[in-house]
């Protein structure tokens, strides 16, 4: 299957004047059906998304996968690379770095704001990647990011791997409170999947975060455990994902 990938030029400048990177895009070779934003972890860049994405069987998606600005990060000691977000410790008592976080989402919305209308947009990442991907959903079901300014998006499937869900504390309490919310929250379908053996998001995380998004009342929710896996992917897991979009986007055949 041949796909015409190409680059494009760094993007904007976050609240904090760190630069996204280069983002690059994977075209479809089929009918155009869905765009789906792919994120990259700590550390990495959108050239290594857009050539897993490349290597998978789905030719009616379009993939843009963007890299992250460069900045300190406070789990690292303060070296500098990319993220999405600043972030210390994973744990239940975490500080999130919500004005990292809604820059990141803004920035990718943005990506996706200028496809047509008929075509199907989502978001999906690995890691550091997932957790903005699982974020940005919580910001489509309340209809707004953090800081209060309407979510722009549609979003149609939300994929999030070896991840977490930041600000999971309180995200039931914020939907209960909106009709609205709840209805988005219940309509959009998500993937999360993780290895039992990872040893830097530990499981527990991401099993923690699929309850939360399902007792919040994200009902399409779906938690993926890998018995043995650690922190990285594999082509079964990434088999699972190809199979989950088609159906969930209903997309058409190979051509």
Not at 15 to 25: I, K, S
Not at 62 to 83: E, H, N
Not at 133 to 143: E, H, I, P, R, V
Not at 196 to 205: G, I, L, Q
Request: hydrophobic share 35%; aromatic share 10%; proline share 5%.
């Amino acid at each position: 299957m041949s796909y015409s990938r190409q680059s494009m030029g760094s993007g904007s400048r976050n609240a904090r004047g760190y630069e996204f990177g280069r983002t690059y895009v994977v075209r479809p070779k089929g009918k155009h059906q869905a765009t789906l934003v792919w994120l990259h972890g700590l550390g990495d860049n959108g050239s290594s998304s857009s050539q897993l994405m490349e290597s998978l069987h789905l030719p009616n998606i379009k993939w843009i996968c963007p890299t992250a600005p460069s900045r300190p990060v406070t789990s690292l000691g303060g070296f500098t690379c990319t993220a999405w977000f600043d972030v210390g410790e994973i744990s239940e008592d975490g500080h999130d770095d919500l004005e990292g976080l809604d820059a990141s989402a803004s920035h990718i919305a943005n990506l996706l704001s200028s496809e047509p209308a008929d075509v199907q947009v989502g978001i999906g990442g690995f890691s550091m990647g997932a957790a903005i991907s699982l974020y940005s959903a919580t910001c489509y079901a309340l209809g707004r990011y953090g800081t209060g300014h309407a979510y722009p998006l549609n979003l149609r499937a939300v994929v999030g791997l070896s991840g977490w869900l930041p600000g999971w504390k309180s995200l039931r309490s914020k939907i209960e409170c909106s009709y609205e919310a709840a209805r988005r929250a219940a309509s959009l379908p998500i993937i999360l999947t993780h290895g039992t053996s990872d040893d830097v998001v530990p499981y527990r995380f991401g099993e923690k975060s699929a309850q939360s998004l399902g007792m919040a009342g994200f009902r399409q929710a779906m938690f993926k455990p890998y018995e043995g896996l650690g922190h990285y992917t594999v082509p079964k897991e990434m088999n699972e994902v190809v199979h989950w979009l088609t159906a969930r986007l209903g997309l058409e055949g190979s051509c």
